[in-house]
Each structure stands twice: as C-alpha cells, then as structure tokens.
Antibody, heavy 122, light 107 residues
Framework: QVQLVESGGGVVQPGGSLRLSCAAS????????IHWVRQAPGKGLEWVAF????????YYADSVKGRFTISRDNSKNMVYLQMNSLRPDDTSVCYC???????????????WGKGTTVTVSS | DIQLTQSPSFLSASVGDRVTLACRAS??????LAWYQQKPGEAPKLLIY???TLQIGVPSRFSGSGSGTEFTLTISSLQPEDFATYYC?????????FGGGTKVEIK
C-alpha cells in the first residue's frame, strides 16, 4: 500500500543539526512532489518545505529558509530534510507528505507519514 | 502570507448532529482549499481538496463548499470516529498555510 515512513528525529542541542529521512513505497515515487510539514507540541500544522517530483525546484517556509534543505533520491525512493542551526522553537513532530498532484504539483497533501519527533533542547 | 481563520476553535456536539466548520482566508484564494482531519497521536488525513472535492475513501457525510474567502466543511451526521481536530489549508499562494484548527468534541 502507499506508505511514507519518517526517521532521523531525536534530541539535539540548540545550534545543532539533524537529517530527517522519508522512505516511500507503494507508488511511483518519481512522479510525485513531497512536502515536509511540522507540528509543535499542542499546536497546529506548519508547512516547512516542498520538492518537485524531479528535484528541479524547492520551496521553503520563511521560518526555515537558509537553515533547512530538502532533497530527494529517486533511485532510492527517499526524501531528506537537512536541518541546521536548530532552535528550541523547531521542536515538533515532522511529517513527510505526498503532494496530491501527479507530476504537476497540486500543493495539498494526500498521503502522510506517521511523523518523527525533533526536540531541540540543552 | 495568506492567513486562514477557522471558527469556532472548539465545538461540542453529539453523535448524529449536523456540524459546520468555517474557514476564512485573508484574501481570495478561489477554490484552492483543502480540509484535513487529525486525531490525537495520528497524522493528518486529507478529507477534501479544491474546496469541495471529496478525497477517495472519505465518507459522503463530509462535504465542503465555498470560494474566494469563505469556506465551510459540513459533517451531515456526526459519527463517533469523527471527533477530531479539523484543519483547512490554502494552496493558492506560497507559502502554503493552515488554519489554526477546530476541535470537535463529544457533548
């Protein structure tokens, strides 16, 4: 079945780095864009980043621009989120989610992973 | 950035009730709006996209309407599994933004 599985979360000190991974299966991965969306404890959803199906374009929220980098490896059905210069307010559950559009982005999310927890604390 | 304001923030209802949730955009977004359901400890689930298109597999008691700046999500007969938090999301203009959510609880 269509599935996304995140990994790589953990506890990191302020200023540190983490690399999240998202493993996709059950669909033609190379035909879909992928989003990262996060949720701080007890808060709502915040879109973080998007990468097109072929990796040709990336978009970021202002809150992470210059600190986070999204990338993908279509040969491995994987998407990554490199998170640098982490701050306490980056503490969240991070979800990867499939874009609802086939090849042409739709910019809503039709399949979600279960999430991985990032905690930034000294 | 486009702000999405959801109302009410909290709603108490009974099984079988018809409930309507609202989402207002700070500027016109045509029909570029999606609705998600999230239960505690779970990932969000897509219910509706393009304001009124039901995602495959979502029960027909869910419906969406609206265009421009005013949108609604209606549950025609609330079921026990519908108690959750609902979020709207606009996909007209980057950055993509979500509303603050409406929590639907059992009366």
């Amino acid at each position: 079945q269509v599935q996304l599985v995140e990994s790589g979360g953990g506890v990191v000190q302020p200023g540190g780095s983490l690399r999240l991974s998202c493993a996709a299966s059950g669909f033609t991965f190379s035909s879909y864009g992928i989003h990262w969306v996060r949720q701080a404890p007890g808060k709502g959803l915040e879109w973080v980043a998007f990468i097109r199906y072929d990796g040709s374009e990336e978009y970021y929220a202002d809150s992470v621009k210059g600190r986070f980098t999204i990338s993908r490896d279509n040969s491995k059905n994987m998407v990554y989120l490199q998170m640098n210069s982490l701050r306490p307010d980056d503490t969240s559950v991070c979800y990867c989610a499939r874009d609802g559009g086939w090849a042409l982005p739709a910019y809503y999310m039709d399949v979600w992973g279960k999430g991985t927890t990032v905690t930034v604390s000294s | 950035d486009i702000q999405l304001t959801q109302s009410p923030s909290f709603l108490s209802a009974s099984v079988g009730d018809r409930v309507t949730l609202a989402c207002r955009a700070s500027q016109g977004i045509s029909n570029y709006l999606a609705w998600y359901q999230q239960k505690p400890g779970e990932a969000p689930k897509l219910l509706i996209y393009s304001a009124s298109t039901l995602q495959i597999g979502v029960p027909s008691r869910f419906s969406g309407s609206g265009s421009g700046t005013e949108f609604t999500l209606t549950i025609s007969s609330l079921q026990p599994e519908d108690f959750a938090t609902y979020y709207c999301q606009q996909f007209k203009i980057s950055p993509l933004t979500f509303g603050g959510g409406t929590k639907v609880e059992i009366k």
